[in-house]
Each structure stands twice: as structure tokens, then as C-alpha cells.
């Protein structure tokens, strides 16, 4: 054997009889670290996943929560003057099929038209003026006054009104 | 429990999706030589120690950085260590020769070296591993990888950033440096 020989064999020697070792707590901090790491990457991508589903209802969500209050109006609005025209009144177009409302929506009342904001007057008008919105009044009776509730949009357009009991 | 992958980019894959056994795997299969590596080139147990655990942390926050047409896994982790080791060398200003250093196969007689036959082996090694911490860092990287870890020229050049003729090079540098510095203990008959 000559002496690269030698050397290379000794330096074998050397590397297989080094006696220091890894500490196993090394090991051990490794593997929590791992955890960790791949806990805290979890938790970002959950993060992002659910960033990125806000982001993509964001649209429906505004405009559901814009329209609901509009919404929400209309179906009070419709509701009261539904529930207060008599099945009896039920007559022309606009009018509801309901109960024990008084009031009769007009013809420029649109359903599908959200109403915001109405506001309730009450009126003294003619017989003729009645009529001319679709109410029975009987044709003798068309001089004579009548104290009539109307239901105004908020831009002030009437969209149903009802005879007030005299 | 699954097994574990044997193929290194595989390893990688899974390590990257969390997978500990993964890791775990890894872990066992290079720490020795990582840290054996960092313990020889640096010649302190406690740096050796601190490298190899930053390897594995590196390789824990980022595993994407491993090319397998570039070399092993294992090749790739040695590299990071030896970075890291410089960086401390760097830090506590302990280079022990700059690179192009002549000063070691200049100084030293070429002699043959018989050393090996005349001290008894605990001796020689004794010696022996202080000449090896006595080389300039890039010779001694050289020695360790090439001699001590039996990696191929080709590994050790992917560790080390340099071509495999420039490994070569610098381990037949390294070990007439070594039969130098041995010679010139007065060991040499």
C-alpha cells in the first residue's frame, strides 16, 4: 500500500471513528418547526381561500344588502296595501286580491318596482277625481267630496290610495 | 402510514405538502452527513451543530430551491452548509487562508510520509484531523466530501459551486498539503 493510500484509508478511518453526534434535540426542534411552519402555511391559505370567496360574493352580498332595506319596504309597502283592499274592491288593473285593505294601487303603481320611503297623505278630492283612478263611484256622486288616505312614493308620485270611512 | 418516497425530487414534493413523515425521512437520511460535513469544515461541534439545523430550516421554509440536474439532494444540502459555515468564518473573521493561498504547498517539503506507519492510529488520526483543520476551507471541504464522505467528484463540485476538475484540483492540493504538514511534524523516517 503505498502512502495516497495510506492517507486516503486514514482519512476514512478518521471519518468513521469521529465520535460527535448530532444532538436528537436538533431533531426534535426540526420536526416541531415543520409542524409549525406547515400549520402557519395552512392557515394562510385558509386565510386566502376565504379572501378570495368574500372578494368573489363581495358583488352579490352589496347588492343584496343594498336592496334588501328596498326590499324590505316594498314587501311592507305591498303588504299594507294588499292586506287593506277588500276582496270586494277587487276591481281594473293594480288591484290586490286581499283582504282588509282599503287602499287600491293605481295604474302607474309597478310591483316589480321597488318603493322606498312612502309616505301616507290624506286628501279631500271629488267624486270624478276618484273614478278617473278606477274607483267604483256612482256617477251622481262625482261633485261630491270624498276624504280619501294616498300612498306617495318618495319622489312624491301617489301609488295607491283608499276611501277613508265618513 | 405511508412510506415515505425514496426519490429525492419526490422527497422534496412531499416535504413542500407538509408531509412529516417526509421530512422525518430527510431528516435521518442526510443529517449525518451534514453535519459531519459542517463538523470537519469548521472544526467546532456547537457551529456544526447550529449549521446543520439552519440547513434543515432552510429546507423546511423552502425546499423549491433543490435542481436535481445540478446534482444529489444530498450534494445540495452539503452546499448550504458550506455557505452557511463561510458565513460564520466571515462573521467571526477565521478564514484561515485566503483562496488562492500558495503559503501551504510552498512551506511544506515534498516528502513521503510515513507517518502512517510509524505513530500508533490514534496518534495519526489525532494528527491527521488537525492537518485537516489546519487546510485553507475550500481544500478541506475537498478532503472531507471527497475522501472522508467518499462523494463522487461530481457531487462534491454540485456542493461546493465548481467544476468537477477544480474538486480534483483541489484535493490532490489538499492532500500534498496534508503529507506536508505531516512530514514537517518530524514524523517522517
Redesign the interface.
Known amino acids: 500500500m503505498n502512502?495516497?493510500d495510506?492517507?486516503?484509508q486514514?482519512?476514512?478511518?478518521?471519518?468513521s471513528?469521529?465520535s460527535?453526534q448530532?444532538?436528537p434535540a436538533?431533531?426534535a426542534?426540526?420536526?416541531l418547526?415543520?409542524?409549525r411552519?406547515?400549520a402557519r402555511?395552512?392557515r394562510a391559505r385558509i386565510t386566502v381561500v376565504a379572501a378570495l370567496l368574500v372578494l368573489a360574493a363581495a358583488p352579490f352580498l352589496l347588492r343584496r344588502s343594498l336592496l334588501a332595506p328596498r326590499a324590505a319596504s316594498d314587501a311592507n309597502t305591498r303588504s299594507s296595501i294588499t292586506s287593506a283592499v277588500p276582496e270586494s274592491a277587487a276591481l281594473g288593473r293594480g288591484w290586490s286580491a286581499s283582504e282588509d285593505s282599503g287602499f287600491i294601487t293605481l295604474p302607474i303603481y309597478d310591483p316589480a318596482i321597488p318603493v322606498e320611503g312612502a309616505r301616507l297623505v290624506r286628501l279631500q278630492m271629488p267624486g270624478s277625481a276618484l273614478s278617473l283612478v278606477g274607483l267604483p263611484v256612482r256617477q251622481d256622486a262625482a261633485d261630491r267630496q270624498f276624504v280619501a288616505d294616498v300612498l306617495l312614493a318618495q319622489d312624491g308620485t301617489p301609488f295607491a290610495l283608499r276611501l277613508v270611512n265618513q | 402510514m405511508i412510506p415515505p418516497p425514496t426519490d429525492e425530487r419526490e422527497l422534496l414534493r412531499q416535504i413542500s405538502k407538509?408531509n412529516?413523515a417526509a421530512?422525518?425521512a430527510m431528516?435521518e437520511r442526510f443529517?449525518?452527513i451534514v453535519?459531519?460535513f459542517a463538523?470537519?469544515v469548521s472544526g467546532n461541534?456547537a457551529t456544526?451543530?447550529e449549521v446543520?439545523?439552519e440547513v434543515?430550516?432552510q429546507v423546511?421554509?423552502n425546499c423549491n430551491g433543490y435542481d436535481a440536474t445540478k446534482g444529489s439532494l444530498a450534494a445540495y444540502l452539503i452546499g448550504i452548509a458550506r455557505n452557511l459555515v463561510r458565513r460564520r468564518f466571515e462573521e467571526q473573521r477565521e478564514l484561515a487562508l485566503p483562496e488562492d493561498s500558495e503559503e501551504w504547498v510552498e512551506a511544506g517539503p515534498e516528502v513521503?510520509?510515513?507517518v502512517?506507519?510509524q505513530l500508533d492510529?490514534q496518534e495519526?488520526?489525532g494528527r491527521?484531523?488537525k492537518a485537516?483543520r489546519a487546510l485553507p476551507e475550500q481544500y478541506r471541504a475537498a478532503?472531507v466530501l471527497c475522501?472522508?464522505?467518499?462523494m463522487s467528484y461530481a457531487d462534491a463540485a454540485a456542493a461546493l459551486d465548481c467544476a468537477p476538475g477544480t474538486v480534483a484540483s483541489r484535493l490532490n492540493r489538499a492532500?500534498k498539503m496534508?503529507?506536508a504538514r505531516l512530514g514537517r511534524q518530524g514524523c517522517v523516517r
Open positions: 502512502t495516497e495510506k492517507l486516503s486514514a482519512l476514512r478511518e478518521l471519518a471513528r469521529s460527535h448530532l444532538s436538533v431533531g426542534m426540526l420536526k418547526e415543520f409542524h411552519h406547515h402555511r395552512r | 407538509g412529516e421530512f422525518a431528516y443529517q449525518g453535519y459531519r463538523l470537519h461541534a456544526a451543530e446543520t439545523q434543515f430550516l423546511i421554509r513521503e510520509v510515513d502512517l506507519e492510529l495519526m488520526l491527521l484531523d485537516i478532503v475522501e472522508m464522505e467518499e492532500r496534508l503529507q
